[in-house]
């Protein structure tokens, strides 16, 4: 079974653009969960979708958005972009939510550097 | 409110010798534990879960953690470590009864000597 995959790999923006993350899950994989990982902050939750709809949402600002597809895909956008928004973006998928015990099964990131 | 830490930034190990990685936890109900390995400019892979039963859990790589309760610690060990397993090493937890979103360690990084 195929790994969650991202992309793009790479990414390189200057301040001011607006950029856009995708995230296919493992098949059958339904929640999707993504974080911003840097050097300062270690990883911070960012936001989940489960079915469509944003279930959690971490502590960021409005410039970060995302959203679900009915394939369980997902994207995550970032509009005005700023120097401090670098970063490694994962994206994460299991299952389903709400169960304590399931495991999260990470991509392998979208490095982002903002100029 | 559901915590981890991972009170060393760095441990350094020479190969062949049992390594230890450390983790310790703050819940207020059952918490549900797991770690994650990280190689340079990769995602994070899953190494193993404490869900519930045997203190003991092995995961993938020869590599085992050990839940202690009373200590509130998971740490993670390997009897005999690698060149290979230089990485970085995620601790992370969820508060059964709180949030579904895991809350994740700093992150330690392990360097395995020749």
């Known amino acids: 079974k195929a790994g969650v995959t991202q992309t793009p790999r790479y990414l390189i923006k200057t301040r001011g653009q607006q950029v856009t993350l995708s995230c296919s899950p493992i098949s059958g994989h339904r929640s999707v969960s993504w974080y911003q990982q840097t050097p300062g902050q270690g990883l911070q939750f960012l936001f989940e979708y489960f079915s469509e709809t944003q279930r959690n949402k971490g502590n960021f600002p409005g410039r970060f958005s995302g959203r679900q597809f009915s394939n369980s895909r997902s994207e995550m956008n970032v509009s005005t972009l700023e120097l401090g928004d670098s970063a490694l973006y994962l994206c994460?998928?299991?299952?389903?939510?709400?169960?304590?015990?399931?495991?999260?099964?990470f991509g392998p990131g979208t490095r982002l550097l903002v100029l | 409110a559901q915590s981890v830490a991972q009170p060393e930034d760095q441990v350094n190990v020479a190969e062949g010798n049992p390594l230890t990685v450390k983790c310790t936890y703050s819940v207020s109900g059952n918490p549900y534990l797991f770690w994650y390995v990280q190689y340079p400019n990769r995602g994070l892979q899953f190494l193993l879960k404490y869900i519930t039963g045997d203190n003991l859990v092995k995961g993938s790589y020869g590599f085992e953690a050990e839940f202690n309760k009373s200590q509130t610690s998971f740490h993670l060990k390997k009897p005999s470590a690698l060149v290979s397993d230089s990485a970085l090493y995620f601790c992370?937890?969820?508060?059964?009864?709180?949030?579904?979103?895991?809350?994740f360690g700093r992150g330690t990084s392990l360097i395995v000597h020749p």
């Open positions: 994460a998928s299991k299952v389903a939510g709400g169960n304590y015990q399931e495991t999260q099964y």
């Open positions: 992370a937890v969820r508060d059964e009864g709180g949030s579904y979103i895991p809350t």
